[in-house]
């Protein structure tokens, strides 16, 4: 589903040329649940750009689905990852003043569906995180555990066929970081793909399979 072939990628930072990717190949089949680890400045931030279609390769070619997307502009690129990628992030990147149901359609509504798909598709994926009880709920009326179970629906509402989760349960505590796991693994359980940045190795050991990067190159 995921394949990296030779990918490089500079910056230039003032008169300093940083790179962050140094001819990364990776392949991550379809179903699989990987997780990324490295220390700060390893990389791992870009692959996940890179991964996601939210930043191009200076060189190498990256294929997702059998599409090249290593050289898409802007808009192709934001097509691929509404379709294709759903994001869960560290922070929960939510509307203070919306309900659960309305944060879980913004996506939907972006994708062109109508007012009436998007409320099923949010009241489904939200039932599928165990919050079927709280679609009216704001941000401020749910834990942090709920909350990234929110975002792990509004991830989940548009049926992608890859998630992405950066630091999922990083501003989380102990107990709620389990649950999200849990979820996470059920959706593995159902042919999701997942890909998960994370600097815990108690998070990586429930993933099948670990991908260390350093210096911006996979060593493991």
């Given at each position: 589903?995921?394949?990296?072939?030779?990918?490089?990628?500079?910056?230039?930072?003032?008169?300093?040329?940083?790179?962050?990717?140094?001819?990364?190949?990776?392949?991550?089949?379809?179903?699989?649940?990987?997780?990324?680890?490295?220390?700060?400045?390893?990389?791992?931030?870009?692959?996940?750009?890179?991964?996601?279609?939210?930043?191009?390769?200076?060189?190498?070619?990256?294929?997702?689905?059998?599409?090249?997307?290593?050289?898409?502009?802007?808009?192709e690129q934001a097509r691929v990852r509404n379709k294709r990628i759903g994001f869960v992030f560290q922070q929960f990147n939510l509307l203070p003043r919306t309900t659960a149901v309305k944060q879980v359609s913004?996506?939907?509504?972006?994708?062109?569906?109508?007012?009436?798909?998007?409320?099923?598709?949010?009241?489904?994926?939200?039932?599928?995180?165990?919050?079927?009880?709280?679609?009216?709920?704001?941000?401020?009326?749910?834990?942090?555990?709920?909350?990234?179970?929110?975002?792990?629906?509004?991830?989940?509402?548009?049926?992608?066929?890859?998630?992405?989760?950066?630091?999922?349960?990083?501003?989380?505590?102990?107990?709620?970081?389990?649950?999200?796991?849990?979820?996470?693994?059920?959706?593995?359980?159902?042919?999701?793909?997942?890909?998960?940045?994370?600097h815990d190795p108690e998070v990586a050991e429930q993933a099948e399979r670990t991908i260390w990067i350093r210096d911006g190159v996979i060593v493991d």
């Amino acid at each position: 589903m995921i394949e990296l072939s030779n990918i490089t990628k500079t910056y230039q930072m003032g008169s300093q040329v940083v790179h962050a990717l140094k001819g990364v190949d990776l392949t991550i089949e379809e179903g699989e649940f990987v997780a990324i680890m490295g220390p700060s400045g390893s990389g791992k931030s870009t692959l996940m750009n890179m991964i996601g279609c939210l930043d191009v390769p200076t060189s190498g070619q990256y294929t997702l689905d059998d599409i090249d997307v290593s050289q898409m502009t802007d808009d192709e690129q934001a097509r691929v990852r509404n379709k294709r990628i759903g994001f869960v992030f560290q922070q929960f990147n939510l509307l203070p003043r919306t309900t659960a149901v309305k944060q879980v359609s913004l996506p939907l509504m972006y994708a062109g569906f109508s007012r009436s798909e998007r409320t099923d598709r949010a009241v489904e994926a939200l039932t599928a995180v165990g919050l079927g009880d709280r679609t009216g709920h704001k941000p401020d009326e749910l834990s942090g555990g709920q909350q990234q179970r929110v975002a792990i629906a509004r991830a989940l509402a548009p049926k992608p066929s890859i998630i992405l989760a950066d630091e999922p349960t990083g501003a989380l505590d102990t107990h709620s970081g389990e649950e999200i796991m849990g979820i996470f693994k059920e959706m593995h359980g159902e042919g999701m793909t997942i890909v998960i940045i994370t600097h815990d190795p108690e998070v990586a050991e429930q993933a099948e399979r670990t991908i260390w990067i350093r210096d911006g190159v996979i060593v493991d």
